[in-house]
């Protein structure tokens, strides 16, 4: 049985659905695996979380630090074969999380902390795909106070960097950009 640390939580707009996430998650690792489940608060406090099921996650939880291939509490060291990580959006899926487990060497499942920021920010992965001849849908980075003047609607605005279904607005009409 190899040491499984499920890491979920952040501070991100995504927080509560990665905590559905690892709900879901942690259920299929349990079956073979030991498993630790570490949950960061919006404040970025790591915990050790106890029930994952429960309204209050954080109660009877214990505050841990990451080490050099694990983690510890107050009173103990605890070895990490693996982290898991489901922390959507910020903080997670853009790589910082891998880069932190990099960092204290600990061995992760994901892609590496470079291509996940590349992979979370939409107008990179899209240059990228085109740049290697990909299908893709025509796309173009539009800064907030650099409205473009000339196109058709309707168009499809998202923000670059949040979660795939996070801010989409379908745009109709110059009214409906401004807002």
């Given amino acids: 049985m190899m040491n499984v640390g499920l890491i979920f939580g952040g501070n991100s707009y995504e927080h509560n659905v990665s905590i559905v996430s ?15 489940l570490l949950f960061f608060d919006y404040d970025n406090n790591l915990y050790l979380i106890k029930n994952i099921e429960q309204d209050d996650i954080k109660k009877k939880a214990i505050k841990i ?20 990580s489901v922390m959507h959006g910020a903080n997670g899926e853009d790589g910082l999380a891998y880069s932190v487990a990099n960092y204290y060497d600990i061995p992760y499942v994901g ?24 299908p893709v ?19 499809i605005l998202k923000p670059s960097t949040l979660g795939s279904s996070i801010g989409i607005k379908v745009i109709e009409n110059d009214d409906d950009l401004k807002k």
């Fill in 111 to 134: 892609p590496n902390h470079i291509a996940s920021g590349i992979l979370m920010d939409k107008y990179y992965s899209y240059l990228i795909l085109k740049a290697h001849n990909y």
């Fill in 22 to 36: 690892a709900k879901i998650i942690s259920k299929i690792i349990r079956k073979n695996h030991n498993l630790a």
């Fill in 137 to 155: 849908i025509k796309s173009d980075l539009i800064e907030k106070n650099a409205l473009p003047k000339d196109f058709s609607y309707p168009v």
């Fill in 65 to 84: 630090d990451l080490v050099k291939g694990g983690f510890k509490t107050k009173f103990r060291r605890y070895k990490l074969d693996v982290l898991f």
